[in-house]
């Protein structure tokens, strides 16, 4: 009660300091936006509804000189929150076929099989055969670890996802995704309140790879991890975990607490990675500059010319179809170094 108290107190006696200007613009920003991305039932509602808060809100705080419009006002925030927090995430929605089959994994030992496996024919981006497969893979033959960086547009934000690579089978990519709706696609801002479902996309390479760069016409980039057999393992068995877990239970994509790079960085530092919190770990489009410096991705040439190396949109489209596409989007790439005990995306030399 005490603290209420004080923030009540902060609400009212600070309207023309920069902190309580600022807390006040940070709640109804964020109230606004949770109403207007809420589950009411039709658009032209949420924006009603949205707009009627904003104003009230402006008079509850700014225009009004009695105490009580603050009590009133935050008494209607928490309102918000309380059922923004209640608002359940579903399996059961009409989603977009790159996005319908959820994958599972069944764990038997060495062994590994795994449902729901997309496998696509592009024609185009928005033209394709729809195709989700079974595969069996063997956590013995799992050798290397590899890394992609995909853009819409090239900048300080993009898309991340793995491979799992092995030495009697194709890589197995997994990519973490938005589940989308028919009719949506992705929108940043949306993504922060519940918009979106999360999903595990696992698929062949020449599907997860090749939409982007021969039919999206992202540039994607990429790179061989310095990461032992062993961690790849791991890592790949809390891959496995989250993706049951997220067949059992839905749960909502994040941009910035559940997404593909956090996720990245959370399951490493599970399986074994040690470094600190790096901001590219937020502004992932400057991740391959994370792994360069860190020393996780081959260092012996300067990172501009890697980084030109490691573009692969050209072979890809060259491969494009092909049964070998993952061995051709691999043959010009730098050499790459030995894996080594210190880690996953980052160790100790991390630091610097």
Request: aromatic share 12%.
């Amino acid at each position: 009660m005490i603290s209420v108290r004080k923030f009540v107190s902060m609400l009212v006696r600070w309207p023309r300091k920069p902190i309580g200007f600022l807390v006040r613009i940070m709640l109804v920003t964020w109230a606004v936006l949770a109403i207007y991305y809420s589950n009411l039932p039709w658009g032209g509602l949420r924006t009603i509804s949205a707009g009627a808060f904003a104003g009230f809100a402006i008079w509850a705080l700014w225009r009004s000189r009695q105490r009580r419009m603050s009590v009133l006002f935050l008494v209607m925030f928490f309102g918000v929150v309380a059922w923004w927090i209640s608002i359940p995430p579903s399996h059961d929605r009409h989603w977009r076929p790159e996005v319908a089959v959820m994958p599972r994994a069944v764990i038997d030992g060495d062994r590994v099989r795994l449902t729901g496996v997309r496998n696509f024919d592009y024609r185009s981006r928005s033209d394709f055969t729809v195709r989700y497969e079974e595969r069996e893979v063997s956590l013995s033959h799992l050798t290397a670890l590899d890394f992609y960086v995909s853009y819409f547009t090239e900048g300080p934000v993009g898309h991340t996802f793995v491979s799992f690579v092995f030495d009697n089978a194709p890589p197995l990519a997994i990519s973490i995704e938005t589940r989308p709706e028919v009719g949506e696609g992705f929108a940043p801002v949306a993504s922060l309140f519940k918009q979106f479902e999360l999903i595990y996309v696992v698929g062949e390479e020449r599907d997860v790879v090749g939409v982007r760069t021969n039919h999206r016409h992202e540039p994607v980039y990429l790179y061989r991890l310095n990461t032992s057999a062993d961690d790849a393992r791991r890592l790949l068995m809390i891959y496995l975990t989250r993706i049951n877990e997220l067949a059992d239970q839905p749960e909502f994509y994040h941009l910035l607490t559940n997404s593909c790079t956090i996720n990245i960085v959370r399951y490493a530092n599970a399986a074994g990675r040690r470094g600190r919190f790096d901001i590219r770990h937020l502004f992932n489009g400057l991740i391959d500059s994370y792994l360069y410096h860190s020393g996780r991705i081959e260092t012996t040439l300067p990172f501009d010319e890697l980084r030109r190396a490691s573009l692969i949109n050209e072979a890809a489209q060259a491969a494009d179809g092909a049964a070998d596409f993952s061995q051709r989007i691999r043959l010009s790439l730098p050499t790459m170094m030995p894996p080594d005990r210190s880690g996953l995306i980052g160790s100790v030399r991390s630091s610097r």
